[in-house]
């Protein structure tokens, strides 16, 4: 797959289907658009597109405004993203970064001089609620009444329901800050998962009997609540069946830094300084602060006998 990062690099001939929107995610949601775009493509001979933005648009103005703190938390980073569109089957990913030049370009200056002219856009597939242009001033109307004008066909998908609510990110976010990781697995069609590199930490888990891998909560990552899940383990090319906590850590250290320590079940390989992808399956309970190590100890026990029965293997 050809990632693009610039507009001014975009070398395009051949006709596309095109896939336009933020996609922050890649949920339930996005899938039917994107989806739509590659069959679209394979049934035509187009090459498939997706015309995206390598950073949150919202977190643009943030920054620009001064405002960082009020930056959207990520669902997802952005090898993850690109990683997923590319096993969707794109052929193309225009990544380029949301910036002062797309947010100040007209409605039909994208249409086009971004859709017909550098994407040869053949067909467009986007959802029930696009914007484009500047202050969102393009929006579905317009890109089907421009594009039919141009003999461009645009798919417009409806929002994606499941049990009556509407899959979007705000409602992921959602989850995501209420622990429902059973339900935030259905809105996005696979676990929520949180990545970074194995480092060493107070080496209590060992002592006790409770090995973990431990890595530092991504803080630009939308973070489930502190407490313990059932979850997956990705190290080293495998995927294993785990326990993880998400916290300070209060009985023995209250760090007020948050790190994310994984016990892998009957796993004692050395993988410090290795990526780990931890994906959340199940919330169990949060994290408490207790009266002494032994109390921790029982109740780490107990947690495990717990996951090791959500997973299958007692």
Not at 1 to 6: A, G, N, P
Not at 27 to 35: K, S
Not at 82 to 89: I, Q, R, Y
Not at 123 to 135: D, E, L, T
């Given at each position: ?12 001939s ?25 069959d ?27 405002m ?13 993203k ?8 794109f ?7 949301f ?23 053949a ?13 969102a ?8 009444s ?13 929002a ?155």
């Open positions: 797959m050809q990632v693009i990062k610039s507009l001014e690099d975009i070398r395009i051949e006709r596309t289907a095109v896939a336009v929107g933020n996609f922050d995610g890649v949920h339930m949601g996005h899938r039917t658009i994107l989806e739509s775009a590659v679209c493509a394979h049934r035509n001979g187009f090459l498939a597109v997706c015309y995206t933005f390598s950073n949150h648009p919202v977190n643009f103005f943030m920054e620009k405004n001064g960082p703190e009020k930056c959207v938390k990520l669902i997802c980073t952005e090898a993850d690109l990683d997923m569109l590319e096993k969707l089957g052929d193309i990913v225009v990544n380029v970064p910036d002062e030049n797309v947010m100040t370009m007209r409605a039909m200056d994208f249409i086009h001089a971004i859709l017909k002219d550098k994407l040869n856009a067909a467009v597939c986007c959802g029930f609620n696009y914007s484009f242009g500047v202050k001033e393009g929006n579905v109307e317009l890109l089907k421009e594009c039919s004008n141009l003999g461009i066909t645009v798919n417009v998908h409806d994606v329901e499941i049990d009556g609510t509407v899959v979007s990110s705000t409602e992921i976010r959602k989850l995501i800050k209420e622990g429902d990781m059973e339900l935030l697995t259905r809105f996005l069609g696979r676990p929520y998962a949180l990545s970074g590199t194995v480092s060493h930490g107070l080496a209590l888990g060992r002592e006790i009997g409770f090995p973990t891998m431990n890595i530092t909560a991504p803080m630009t990552m939308a973070l489930p609540p502190n407490g313990v899940y059932f979850t997956n383990a990705a190290v080293g090319g495998e995927t294993f069946k785990a326990i993880t906590n998400i916290g300070v850590k209060p009985t023995v250290e209250d760090t007020k830094v948050k790190s994310i320590e994984t016990n892998i079940f009957d796993f004692n390989d050395d993988v410090y300084d290795e990526k780990v992808t931890i994906e959340f399956l199940k919330w169990e309970r949060p994290e408490v602060k207790f009266d002494n190590i032994e109390a921790l100890t029982s109740q780490i026990s107990h947690d495990v006998n717990l996951a090791m029965e959500y997973h299958g293997l007692v």
